[in-house]
């Protein structure tokens, strides 16, 4: 039987609940428990799949095809494992199920309400992975903040589970702020005060309190907030802002979060922490030796949200290559022709980034034509490297419209195209090609020194692919298409061998990057990236 750890947050939203969840799972599972984690979100889109980044930040793809809140993308960073479709559940994907059952007539006359229809299977979905057999803990990170209307049915779901399941199998972490009011020098416990109060109104009560602080939290403090909120003082913890999120698991661990835990779960029998690698990792990342600046280019880079997986993967990659990665956000809509060599200046490499729709688009051709003429590092992903097919089509092949139908529907030069079972979908959701797919490499490419593999599998998430009406002319004039995928023969991967390192995926493997086993593509690109730096200096 698995055991149930809650995680709600108060106060305000943006406390890094995910990233606390995800910390104390990491901890518990350095103990030799097997862990997952899933995030339970009360917008009524039944997936972020069709939200706009700028609303939602960047939507995190599973293995098994699942777009997911991009907490999920921290949890696989954290804990090294897979996610699915299950770990992620919103309001609308629960009312579009009980809806469904109801039109299918399974309530059997009866009138279909919040309680207890919405919130069984609320439960039923809590418990999913749970009676798998497969975990010892299952946390769920409850989104939104206590007392929003839409967060009830969840903590009205959590309460019954309380009562429901045997008291040692469930408890509550609650995230809260505690603000340090500079003018009074003075930590303030009220806000904590009142959300413990608000989410102990709905029959919820915590059994941890997890306070967010710029400042230490001293032993009256403690003993303030755990008299008031009715814990033990051992459960109030002080969770400080870190320089890192990836400290975050060793500040838990000083604090004891996950023992605290383990004592109320009544989990006997577990390990020491085995950190190790963590730890290499942490101090590699935290004693770099030198720097490289790498150029992002995009459209939404006002919000960094929008890219979280590419910013984690470059920290897991400069790790193990001892450099700081300097990423400069550089806009697409703002790069021409004229000005690329300047807005590119001082870079040691360029990511060309995934993306919808027209906005940016010549902007990044523009940073594709500089990086392949220069010989500078690029790495061009999902639209990226659609964006390096068009180019060289057009300055190499000589095909001056040659582009994309989702920008140019009637190009006489469709060199990326709309898949073909793509053209008959209506729909928006989810229906995208989505999720893991193999992808057989060819040997001696510099895409097989990367991996040190033939066969990879890498996710997806796209309408459009390299249209392969085009592709022996492609060949012929030096492109290689060094991954296909071993079914449709997709081109995957496509390289430049007369470039120090020129490569662009129709994947995306900013998405199985983690702190312990970055992502190859990430690691060679930064070293590259470092080469093309130390070559500068010789110059
Ligand atoms: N818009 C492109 C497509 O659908 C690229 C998608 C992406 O970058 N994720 O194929």
Redesign the pocket.
């Known amino acids: 039987m698995a055991k149930y750890i809650f995680v709600t947050g108060g106060v305000t939203s943006s406390l890094g609940k995910g990233i606390i969840a995800a910390s104390l799972a990491k901890l518990l599972q350095s103990r030799g428990l097997t862990v997952t984690i899933q995030k339970f979100d009360p917008y009524i889109n039944v997936d972020p799949g069709t939200l706009n980044p700028y609303e939602h930040g960047e939507c995190y793809v599973t293995e098994d095809g699942a777009e997911t809140d991009l907490d999920l993308g921290h949890y696989e960073r954290f804990l090294n494992i897979h996610t699915t479709q299950a770990n992620n559940v919103t309001t609308g994907r629960i009312y579009q199920t009980v809806i469904n059952k109801e039109r299918a007539g399974d309530f059997l006359g009866k009138t279909v309400q919040v309680v207890p229809h919405i919130t069984d299977e609320i439960k039923h979905r809590m418990k999913l992975l749970g009676e798998t057999g497969k975990y010892d803990i299952i946390l769920t990170e409850i989104g939104g903040t206590v007392g929003d209307i839409e967060s009830l049915p969840f903590i009205e779901a959590v309460r019954q589970l309380q009562w429901e399941l045997p008291e040692q199998d469930v408890m509550v972490v609650h995230l809260t702020l505690i603000p340090y009011l500079r003018a009074a020098k003075e930590l303030k416990t009220k806000p904590t005060q009142h959300s413990v109060k608000m989410l102990s109104e709905t029959g919820v009560h915590p059994d941890i309190i997890v306070c967010r602080t710029e400042e230490p939290l001293n032993d009256d403090i403690k003993r303030k907030i755990a008299l008031f909120c009715n814990v033990k003082q051992e459960a109030v913890i002080e969770a400080m802002d870190a320089s890192t999120i990836y400290e975050v698991p060793l500040l838990m661990l000083r604090e004891k979060l996950d023992l605290i835990c383990l004592k109320k779960l009544n989990i006997n029998g577990y390990g020491a922490p085995n950190l190790d690698k963590w730890n290499g990792f942490l101090q590699k990342l935290k004693h770099p030796k030198s720097e490289v600046r790498i150029g992002l280019i995009g459209k939404y880079i006002e919000l960094q949200d929008a890219y979280k997986s590419i910013l984690e993967s470059f920290i897991h990659a400069g790790a193990p290559n001892e450099v700081k990665v300097k990423v400069v956000n550089v806009h697409s809509e703002h790069l021409t022709q004229e000005n690329v060599a300047e807005k590119l200046e001082g870079l040691d490499g360029l990511l060309v980034a995934?993306?919808?729709g027209n906005r940016g688009i010549e902007g990044k051709i523009h940073a594709v034509q500089y990086a392949r003429e220069n010989n500078l590092p690029f790495f061009g992903i999902?639209?990226g490297m659609?964006m390096s097919v068009i180019e060289y089509a057009r300055n190499v092949l000589g095909l001056a419209d040659a582009h994309s139908t989702?920008m140019d529907a009637k190009t006489a030069n469709p060199v990326i195209n709309m898949m073909e079972e793509q053209k008959k979908i209506k729909m928006m959701g989810g229906t995208?090609r989505l999720g893991a797919y193999p992808c057989e490499i060819t040997p001696g490419t510099l895409a097989h020194k990367i991996y040190g593999a033939t066969s990879i599998t890498e996710r997806h998430?796209?309408?459009?692919e390299f249209n392969n009406d085009y592709y022996d002319a492609f060949i012929k004039a030096g492109l290689v298409a060094s991954g296909k995928n071993p079914e449709t023969g997709l081109v995957e991967i496509v390289e430049l061998p007369n470039h120090p390192f020129f490569i662009g995926v129709q994947y995306?493997p900013e998405l199985k990057s983690t702190a312990e086993v970055p992502a190859p593509l990430f690691v060679s690109f930064i070293a590259a990236s470092k080469q093309y730096h130390a070559s500068k200096a010789v110059k």
């Open positions: 995934p993306g919808f999902c639209l659609q989702e995208m998430r796209h309408r459009y995306h």
